[in-house]
């Protein structure tokens, strides 16, 4: 069964809770694809098979194939299941991992350029998720904890406190001794500690309860993946609350009964419905670097939209203009759209008729910000459908609470707005200077800001 549940997929929602600092993701092994011998294989299947090369284990039709989220689990059983015993399993991993040095997996790198994340929580107990983040943010220290439930580590600080990029490895980190995750048995035994309430890393769970979780590739089965939000959560699910979780899990995506309890039961749950945690990861990294391109980087180009398009985006920039100025506009659109700033002007230059006056009104009426380009071509032209659409903003400012930006000049040369002519309120507005329509990346900052509050206002969170 494909499907969501109740609330549709919103990535402007995700993108904007990460950039205020209010979501955690939560790794789990469907990230971890490792390039080995010149193919790509999950790390827990590549543990799983040298484990039973080393254990010995027989070609039994029922484990031969160990593959799959739970193939650690089956090497361990069958490994008991033939006299073995489970203490011998972990320091025969740790070996595995020190002995051939592996690849960064590609998604893991996408997430690390995600820099409004500053807590990762981790369920598995490898370290690639820090090799990721020391290769894609160095010089930058990382730090890294583990939950043992007999040495219990917690943060040190709040998220919006802490002095470095952490992960947390919720289900502990590899070692010689039986510290961490293998078998469901260990599962099991590490969430029964994490209830006590000596044993619960308080700081952790906290910020787990008051802000956003995204799971990507937990590969949790139903019952694991219940029990953990409800523990994360530290409520009803089913009950009101401030956060919601986002899942991004191939497992989970193809377990109706899992699906059918979130729709039914956790309402404020969003199941990603275009695939597994690759393709989620891959899309989120693109839309966030399409908002923070990397300082020094060309933007990533944009195609233009047709030029004969006329529905504006829900709450894009109004772009208005004197037609002789477009070469600039454009740069301006550009620089926008390469933020993922939707942006809007007639490309047409109609100007007339009926039913392009209502588009222009509707839209101004509908933009979410409304960018006058001054210049001195607008200086000379005294009349100009333009001049109309100022006009048209002005007023719609006249409606909006002191405070509230909706308008911003911008001059692309040195024209003043006394030469301009522009309307009087326009004077008392803070104007910016983009001399040719070059965008600088402050200002698309600043653009991307104000549009995430326009936003916030709409959905009355503001």
């Known amino acids: 069964m494909t499907g969501s549940t109740n609330r549709s997929w919103n990535w402007d929602d995700l993108l904007d809770f990460i950039e205020d600092g209010r979501v955690i993701p939560i790794v789990g092994p469907e990230l971890l ?21 080393r254990l010995n284990l027989s070609p039994d039709p029922d484990a031969a194939n160990f593959a799959g989220p739970d193939a650690l689990n089956r090497v361990v059983s069958r490994h008991i299941q033939l006299g073995g015993h489970r203490e011998e399993i ?23 350029r995600i820099n409004h994340f500053k807590l990762f929580v981790s369920t598995t107990f490898d370290s690639l998720l820090e090799q990721a983040l020391l290769e894609i943010r160095a010089p930058a220290a990382v730090d890294s904890l583990a939950y043992v439930p007999n040495n219990v580590k917690d943060l040190p600080a709040e998220i919006g406190q802490l002095d470095r990029t952490t992960v947390f490895h919720l289900l502990g980190k590899v070692s010689g ?14 969430l029964y500690s994490m209830q006590a309430e000596k044993r619960r890393p308080d700081i ?44 991004a899990d191939a497992t989970i995506h193809r377990d109706s009964n899992l699906v059918l309890f979130f729709q039914n039961f956790s309402y404020h749950t969003q199941i990603f419905p275009e695939g597994g945690a690759v393709e989620f990861v891959s899309e989120l990294a693109r839309r966030y670097l399409l908002r923070h391109p990397p300082a020094g980087a060309a933007a990533p180009a944009v195609p233009p939209p047709p030029a004969d398009a006329a529905e504006m985006p829900s709450g894009a920039v109004f772009l208005s203009y004197a037609s002789e100025d477009r070469p600039a506009v454009e ?58 659409e100022w006009s048209l903003a002005d007023q719609r400012a006249l409606q909006i609470a002191p405070g509230v930006p909706f308008i911003l000049p911008v001059a692309i040369d040195n024209t003043t707005a006394e030469e301009a002519k522009v309307p009087s309120n326009f004077d008392n507005l803070h104007w910016t200077f983009l001399p040719g329509g070059d965008v600088r990346p402050d200002f698309a900052n600043r653009v991307v800001s104000l549009i995430r509050d326009f936003r916030k206002r709409e959905k009355g969170l503001a």
């Open 90 to 112: 972990y320091p025969r991993i740790r070996s595995i991992l020190k002995e051939s040095p592996l690849p960064t997996p590609e998604p893991l790198r996408q997430l690390a």
């Open 33 to 53: 694809r490792v390039q080995v011998d010149g193919r790509e294989i999950l790390l827990h299947d590549l543990l799983a098979s040298r484990l039973s090369e």
């Open 331 to 388: 740069r301006i659109r550009q620089g926008l759209e390469a933020c993922g700033v939707d942006v809007w002007y007639d490309r047409t230059n109609l100007e007339s008729g009926d039913e392009y006056h209502l588009k222009i009104r509707r839209n101004i009426k509908a933009c979410s910000l409304f960018m006058p380009i001054i210049s001195a071509t607008a200086k000379r032209r005294l009349e100009g459908y333009f001049r109309l």
């Open 204 to 247: 952790l769970f906290d910020e787990l309860k008051n802000n956003h979780i995204l799971l990507i590739g937990t590969s949790f089965p139903d019952w694991l993946a219940r029990f953990f939000i409800r523990l994360a959560k530290g409520a009803r699910l089913s009950g009101p609350r401030d956060s919601a979780e986002y899942v």
């Open 177 to 190: 001794a039986p510290e961490y995750v293998i078998t469901e048995e260990d599962t099991l035994e590490f």
